[in-house]
């Protein structure tokens, strides 16, 4: 990949995740919105309905578990068009429950450390703060 010529996106909340020190991405935060029992039916049927399609649509590389990586974060590739689409459903749904959401770019997300049809997994620059 030559990241220069392409713009990654990410969703991130405004909390800071303990591993990475960078902003939590919203799966997680959809995840813990889900467990809260705070949404109504039609929202958790929703972030059920996305989270599990995210589960059997976006590879997790099993390196990631390694202490290594642990400040990797994710980002998508344009071209991952649905699951960018579904990105923009959950950042809805977080919102109005208060959950602030931003939605980063960047062509430069660090140090590679995986990368697919749909994502780029990199540990950012010393520094640089997502």
Same mark, same amino acid.
């Given at each position: !990949? ?84 579904? !990105? ?43």
């Amino acid at each position: !990949m030559k990241s220069a010529d392409i713009s990654l996106i990410r969703f991130a909340t405004e909390s800071v995740d303990d591993d990475s020190g960078h902003r939590t991405g919203i799966l997680v935060a959809a995840h813990e919105l889900r467990d809260e029992g705070e949404l109504s039916a039609v929202e958790h049927a929703v972030v059920r309905l996305e989270l599990e399609w995210f589960n059997c649509n976006l590879p997790i590389p099993g390196k990631l578990e390694s202490e290594e990586h642990r400040r990797a974060i994710s980002w998508f590739k344009p071209s991952a068009a649905e699951f960018i689409s579904r !990105m923009w459903r959950l950042k809805t749904i977080l919102e109005i429950h208060g959950i602030s959401v931003r939605v980063l770019k960047t062509t430069e997300p660090g140090c590679i450390v995986h990368e697919d049809s749909f994502q780029v997994i990199a540990k950012p620059k010393k520094g640089r703060r997502y």
